[in-house]
T-cell receptor, first 115, second 114 residues
């Protein structure tokens, strides 16, 4: 079974500072990895995904993540935080179910951006 | 707007009530999902449907009963729920078997069981 670990349930940064949200995964097969963001009272929105190819993946809103197989990591970064980035972020890994696509999520990291 | 619409957005129900959650997707996807999001717990996959057929039931209690009449609609029928069933219920859809295809989520139904 696959699993995802997000280190740090809460991360606080200053506006303009680097954002780093950590994600480690466990998978017996080459993983497909996703980052989602959830704003208050909203569903999840895809930020970016890694499938194959280039290990540095760029997403929306200036976020990017790097797949490192040797470290089983897929950390999310943004060079300069903005107040609008305050939200909860979820890392996920996918596996097939025989039909459809099963996502296994981490417990989430709440990002707070301070002035 | 993700193309996945859930109604109602909020629902308060007693333990003896029967209610239904509705999900509709306008993306032409083949697979639909119910997830449960509780405080301080990872999102839990409840059910998966692919081409209207249920392909996964993740040990969900029988007081939750899904229905998928077609590839665009998904329901979750609720009866005799418990207070611990209070959570955000998220519907999602994706383009079927392909693992590279991301899931698109609705805004969720905030359920409170009293």
């Amino acid at each position: 079974a696959q699993s995802v670990t997000q280190l740090g349930s809460h991360v606080s940064v200053s506006e303009g500072a680097l954002v780093l949200l950590r994600c480690n995964y466990s998978s017996s097969v080459p993983p497909y990895l996703f980052w989602y963001v959830q704003y208050p009272n909203q569903g999840l929105q895809l930020l970016l995904k890694y499938t194959t190819g280039a290990t540095l993946v760029k997403g929306i809103n200036g976020f990017e993540a790097e797949f490192k197989k040797s470290e089983t990591s897929f950390h999310l970064t943004k060079p300069s935080a903005h107040m609008s980035d305050a939200a909860e972020y979820f890392c996920a890994v996918s596996e097939g179910t025989g039909g459809g696509n099963k996502l296994t999520f981490g417990t989430g990291t709440q990002l707070k951006v301070e002035l | 707007e993700t193309g996945v619409t859930q109604t109602p957005r909020h629902l308060v129900m007693g333990m003896t009530n029967k209610k239904s959650l509705k999900c509709e997707q306008h993306l032409g996807h083949n697979a639909m999902y119910w997830y449960k999001q509780s405080a301080k717990k990872p999102l839990e996959l409840m059910f998966v449907y692919n081409f209207k057929e249920q392909t996964e039931n993740n040990s969900v209690p029988s007081r939750f009963s899904p229905e998928c009449p077609n590839s665009s609609h998904l329901f979750l029928h609720l009866h005799t729920l418990q207070p611990e069933d209070s959570a955000l219920y998220l519907c999602a859809s994706s383009q079927g078997h392909s693992l590279v295809q991301e899931a698109f989520f609705g805004q969720g139904t905030r359920l409170t069981v009293v």
